[in-house]
């Protein structure tokens, strides 16, 4: 770009050409202004704009808004306006009488006025013509254009450029280049006008202006939140003459300009100016000079700009041949995403990416669940930052807790930058507790694409997550535990009871702080508590035990007629239906079971997949932003292609849509446009939940091409689809396996794998693996807790010292046995018929124990790992020593999922005796050198060694020393990598 065109061609060819990076605004639709503002907003991460006029609407007073009253945004209706001008510093906040802690509009500095004798420019009153503006995504760049058809005779013809500068993000710069068709002196006024409201209140206190010099606006103001702000702006001429004006001023409105002279012989006449917004903290003093705003040219400042965007795009450049509307829309997502991120951890990024005032500037479950994924598999640092925002505010999150009547920490449904709740409204600030666990998700989803340092960083915060839920529940006299009025994603059904989403991430939290607890700073004591607390929380199922409940009595609520009371679809649900009404019926605001199987894979299998697919997607209004988004994700990763296409065109074009950006972008749909292409079209396993990059990809068919980046654990990738062909292209410094349906490949640094990907033959299995041997109780199923509930019955009425610790001993081992150990270990003796009883006294309870087991039993991972092995043509068998194992896998539905169980009926001699393992191999028909067992008990390991069988042990090395493989536990293993493991010869 030449630093000063020399004629109106040069400054028309400023106008940037590569319309697949270019947002567009045609005219000017009054209906549609404020709609522009939000979607072309700027921003440099601690400066955020939104893409007003320079002008001044004289029909838009920005200090003479209705106050806003608390209320549901999903239906709440705002002022029709053509602007609504906005400056927002990240982190500056004040208190509104009404709505609490909120993000503070700051008085609007970007003003140049038009003016020529008596007329001013206003888009809205001057007749005008090819009035355009556009924002170049790549580097953040506003451009406008327009000729003004004067009432004096004169066409005027004015050029605009805008950006928020990356290498001093606290500064704007603006030109405006303007010829006429005949020689004429005008007027370009600058001006600032403090006369600004947010959300109808007035935040700025003590507010003086000032004019330092000819040229420059000054503005320092304290706002109620006591932060102190200066604004300064700087106005030079560039071309042709211009003579500096005097200074106007009124109330909180100063105003300096320039008389130009306009010759259409001569160059086009420029006006440049330069403004920084600045927050001061502590000691730190107002300034006393302003040539630090002028040091560097335009032309350099504006190319090291660009440089920083190139490097930022270069994590996220994506390209989609064949569909440009869906290639703008995920690029404009990447925009928006990358522009509000502001870096450090002090804020994280509030619902509507600093364009607009409908969220307050808040953070919520957004943050951790729809934008972190962009950033971590993209730029970790900045997912890494957004992690520490939760991490800073765990002391306001115990607090908080303490407030409510529980221990540890609670993280608040609408968090300003201070970590405190700031919601007004019931039942989201008491009921949508699921936002703590939405927190430890993400540390999780950090440290498992990270490293070990993670997990030891955010290990006190999963502990006193934790600590919360373990006081949130209620104990049931049966044993169970209960999640009493809650509200999950649907936000339809307040009070629930056991609503299976916040159920299985409260699961999730409290085995990730049994799991860390010395880390964590919890003892053994409290990390047992918290394992009994998750096996004790359900995820209900229908009768049939197919369906996932949304909550335990959601099938309670009446079915709702969509067509009799949804008449206008342009609207909302909410607008024509009271809440009241809907918190009694059937109807989802959003993804809730959906949402949960997305975050879980591992978790449930296709089946029961599809089961809430039919269920919940007919009698969701989706209302929430963040609904089709995950419909479309999750219809991706079911292969169900016209439903996946329909829900994706809906998300992609949600920001794009007329009017949908008025009050701000939708961020996290932003982000999960990104969540649709990589874990629903290209069919990657998250890093949460694998450790070899897995994917299955099923783009749409419209699509030629896609070159999709990815960032998996340091390594960058490009993954380019092209006529159901994928090629991985290795840009990383390491050795990476990746696999694709089944089919493995391990690529060096440089190389590029080219993958035809075909469904795997499912009567094939691959290599030496053709059977997997699982023990039931602690692998596939949690009933451990069972077990000792009834063996300390027993103790008990035998006056026998039980623990955990000694149930731990008994894993594997017979009725009979367990029994004996217990009676040696307490100095007792029975005689055979007291033996008997005893032993049918324990099944007895055990079994009463039993009628609460669901699939919701089942161990992370168990539903996807069995899944991918049948997938392969594997065979499965249970080999367990309890009778009981028959309706264990009956009730958890996990029956139909295996080949075959060997139980206590069938052997005699329980583990370390290997005959169990040996029939199961028998009846199978293969060879015990190809069949994997997989145990958690140490007797059943060597009853695996003893049957010439390779042994996976789940546990801890202190409890399997001499394992031949050893995991955790199977949330994270797939079938590939059991396939992969060495055979041990025997």
């Given amino acids: 770009m030449m630093d000063l065109p020399k004629s109106w061609p040069e400054v028309l060819g400023l106008w940037p050409q590569a319309e697949s990076w270019l947002l567009h605004q045609e005219g000017f639709d009054p209906k549609q202004g404020c709609h522009f503002e939000g979607l072309l907003s700027q921003g440099s991460g601690p400066l955020q704009l939104r893409a007003s006029l320079e002008e001044a609407l004289p029909e838009c007073p920005q200090d003479q808004q209705p106050l806003r009253q608390p209320g549901n945004v999903t239906s709440e209706v705002f002022p029709d306006t053509p602007s609504k001008w906005g400056c927002y510093l990240p982190g500056v906040y004040g208190n509104h009488p009404l709505l609490g802690q909120e993000l503070i509009n700051l008085p609007f500095f970007l003003g140049l006025q038009l003016q020529l004798g008596t007329e001013v420019f206003s888009v809205t009153d001057s007749q005008w013509t090819e009035h355009r503006r556009c924002l170049d995504l790549r580097d953040g760049m506003l451009y406008r254009r327009f000729t003004w058809k004067t009432k004096s005779g004169p066409t005027i013809q004015a050029f605009w450029l805008r950006f928020v500068d990356l290498t001093k993000p606290q500064l704007c710069l603006q030109r405006v280049y303007l010829t006429s068709n005949r020689r004429v002196r005008m007027k370009v006024h600058a001006f600032l006008d403090a006369r600004v409201q947010t959300n109808g209140f007035d935040h700025l206190n003590l507010v003086e202006l000032a004019a330092p010099a000819p040229a420059e606006i000054r503005c320092r103001l304290n706002t109620n939140g006591d932060d102190r702000i200066e604004i300064l702006s700087s106005m030079q001429g560039l071309q042709g003459k211009a003579k500096v004006l005097p200074l106007k001023s009124q109330d909180r409105r100063l105003q300096v300009g320039f008389h130009l002279t306009l010759d259409p012989a001569q160059e086009p006449a420029a006006i440049e100016k330069r403004s920084e917004v600045r927050r001061l903290f502590g000691s730190q003093r107002w300034r006393k000079e302003t040539k630090s705003l002028w040091r560097r040219p335009w032309g350099q400042v504006l190319t090291e700009h660009r440089r920083r965007w190139r490097r930022r795009w270069q994590s996220c450049y994506l390209e989609i041949e064949g569909d440009p509307k869906s290639q703008l829309a995920v690029r404009t997502a990447g925009y928006h995403l990358l522009r509000s991120f502001v870096p450090g951890g002090e804020v994280a990024i509030d619902a509507k990416g600093y364009a607009g005032e409908a969220y307050y500037g808040r953070y919520f479950w957004d943050t951790e669940i729809f934008l972190l994924p962009f950033f971590l598999y993209t730029d970790p640092q900045k997912a890494r930052d957004l992690c520490r925002f939760r991490l800073n505010r765990l002391a306001a999150a115990k607090r908080h807790a303490a407030e409510s009547g529980f221990y540890g920490a609670r993280y608040p449904w609408e968090s300003d930058a201070e970590g405190r709740e700031q919601c007004q409204a019931w039942p989201y600030n008491e009921q949508e507790v699921h936002v703590t666990s939405a927190v430890v998700y993400a540390w999780a989803h950090l440290a498992a694409a990270s490293d070990v340092e993670e997990w030891t960083e955010s290990a006190h915060g999963m502990v006193e997550c934790a600590r919360f839920w373990c006081s ?15 509200l999950g994603p649907d936000e339809y059904s307040p009070n629930a009871v056991d609503n299976s989403y916040t159920n299985h991430l409260a699961k999730f939290v ?30 209900w199922r229908d009768r049939q035990g197919r369906r996932v409940l949304q909550a335990s009595d959601f099938d309670q609520y009446e079915p709702l007629d969509f067509t009799a009371v949804w008449k206008d679809r342009e609207k909302t649900l909410a607008e024509q239906f009271p809440l009241e009404e809907l918190y009694r019926h059937q109807v989802l605001k959003q993804a809730d079971v959906l949402m949960l199987m997305a975050l879980f894979p591992r978790d449930f299998n296709r089946k029961e997949m599809l089961a809430a697919w039919n269920a919940y997607e007919p009698i969701t209004s989706h209302d929430s932003s963040l609904s089709a988004g995950v419909h479309a994700w999750v219809a991706a ?37 990104w969540a649709i292409l990589w874990f629903g079209f290209a069919g990657l396993q998250s890093s949460l939940f694998s450790d070899t990059l897995r994917l299955d990809p099923k783009f749409p068919s419209i699509w030629h091409r896609v070159n999709l980046p990815l960032l998996w654990r340091g390594q960058k990738l490009q993954l380019l689809w092209q006529s159901d062909r994928l090629s991985v292209q290795h840009h990383g410094e390491t050795a990476l396996a990746i696999e694709v349906q089944g089919q493995t490949w391990r690529l060096q640094p440089g190389e590029t794998a080219v993958i035809e990907p075909e469904r795997p033959n499912r009567a094939s299995p691959k290599a030496w693996l053709k059977a997997v041997l699982f023990d039931l109780d602690g692998v596939l199923v949690a009933t451990d807790h ?20 000694w149930n731990h001993r008994l894993r594997g081992v017979s009725r009979r046995q367990s029994l004996e150990q217990l009676l040696q270990a307490g100095g007792k003796s029975l005689s055979e018929s007291q033996m008997q009883l005893f032993m049918e006294k324990k099944n007895r309870l055990y079994r009463q124990f039993l009628n609460r087991l669901m699939p919701g039993d089942r161990l992370s991972g168990v539903a ?8 392969r043509g594997v065979k499965l068998a249970v080999v367990s020593a309890s009778r009981n194992a028959a309706e264990i896998l009956q009730r958890t539905g996990l029956a139909a999922e295996v080949d075959l169980l ?5 052997v005699q001699r329980s583990k370390p005796d290997p005959e169990g393992f040996l029939l199961a191999a028998k009846r199978l028909r293969t060879s015990p050198a190809h069949c994997l067992v ?53």
């Fill in 786 to 805: 069972y077990h000792f509930q009834a063996w300390q019955a027993i103790a008990e009425e035998l006056e026998i010292p039980f623990d955990w610790e």
């Fill in 902 to 906: 060997v139980d206590g009926s069938l």
């Fill in 637 to 673: 990763r079911l292969n169900l292609q016209q439903p996946a296409w329909q829900y994706w065109q809906r998300a992609a074009g949600l920001d794009l849509h007329p009017g949908t950006a008025s009050e701000g972008i939708h961020i996290a749909n932003a982000a999960s446009l």
């Fill in 472 to 486: 949130r529940l209620v104990w049931l006299p049966d044993g169970r535990a209960q999640l009493k009025n809650v």
């Fill in 934 to 986: 997989v145990e958690d008990a140490p007797a059943g390991i060597l009853a695996a060694e003893r049957a010439g069988m390779t042994a996976l042990a789940i546990g801890d090395r202190q409890l399997h020393p001499n394992a031949d493989h050893l995991v955790s536990d199977l949330s994270r293993i797939h079938a590939g990598d059991l396939e992969d493991l060495n055979p041990v010869p025997k």
């Fill in 510 to 539: 409290l085995r990730l702080g049994a799991r860390f607890c010395l880390w964590g700073g919890a003892t053994t004591e409290e990390a047992r508590q918290f394992e009994n607390a998750a096996r004790a929380l359900p995820v």
């Fill in 864 to 871: 996807a790992l069995l899944q991918e092995l049948r997938d």
